[in-house]
Structures are given as C-alpha cells and as structure tokens.
Nanobody
Framework: QVQLVESGGGLVQAGGSLRLTCAASGRTLSRYAMAWFRQGPGKDREFVAAIRWSDGSTYYAHSMKGRFIISRDNAKNTVDLQMNSLKPEDTAVYYC????????????????????WGQGTQVTVST
C-alpha cells in the first residue's frame, strides 16, 4: 500500500504560481512512478505530469509542458508540482497518484493505470 496526501492548493490570480506537494508513505518508493492528474468542473480527469522515482524521468501533458514542473525529494518522500503562469482553465481538483514503475512510459498518461490516489487539493485561478 502507498498512502498519498496532497497539500498546497488554493486561490491564485491568473498569471500567478502555486506549488503542490504530495507526501507519500508506505512501500519502497524507488519502485514507483508518481503522477499528478486534475479534474476541472464538468470535465474528465486528465493527466498533468509524472515522474519515475528511480531515475527522475519526467513526463508532461503537452499543454502543461513549460509551465508546470514535477520534481521529487528523496529525503522527504514528496513529489511537488510547481505551477507557473496559471490560467483560469487550470482551475481543478489536483490529485496525486502512484503506480509501479515501468519501461512502458506511455502507460503513465492514463489514470486507470494508477491504483493509489490521494484525496485531491483544490486549485482555483481567478481572472
């Protein structure tokens, strides 16, 4: 089992920044990949970014690349999502997720491949 707890959400003006943190506990995280997904009002859950814990390889949704940065802290067992140049359309509940690491990097983009989820944190971007 892996337990995930998100923090750092809130209200920010368009153009601003927020940093989300996912605290992970449980099994040996070096064998896992961690990801952020989001779900906006009336929308499906969508992939944001993922990081493979063992080597730090990162994967991004095309629309977030360049604005969002995912990183990990081995000492703290946390995964952060730095979000810059936020837009109102970034408003969503952001979820941290975890799954076993794999060489099939394409599988990181799909939420149904992740068995472990946090409770989510709300991010609201105002105009």
């Amino acid at each position: 089992q892996v337990q995930l707890v998100e923090s750092g959400g809130g209200l920010v003006q368009a153009g601003g920044s927020l940093r989300l943190t996912c605290a992970a506990s449980g099994r040996t995280l070096s064998r896992y990949a961690m990801a952020w997904f989001r779900q906006g009002p009336g929308k499906d859950r969508e992939f944001v970014a993922a990081i493979r814990w063992s080597d730090g390889s990162t994967y991004y949704a095309h629309s977030m690349k360049g604005r969002f940065i995912i990183s990990r802290d081995n000492a703290k067992n946390t995964v952060d999502l730095q979000m810059n140049s936020l837009k109102p359309e970034d408003t969503a509940v952001y979820y941290c997720a975890a799954r076993g690491s794999t060489e099939d990097s394409g599988s990181y983009y799909y939420s149904n491949n992740y068995p472990y989820w946090g409770q989510g944190t709300q991010v609201t971007v105002s105009t």
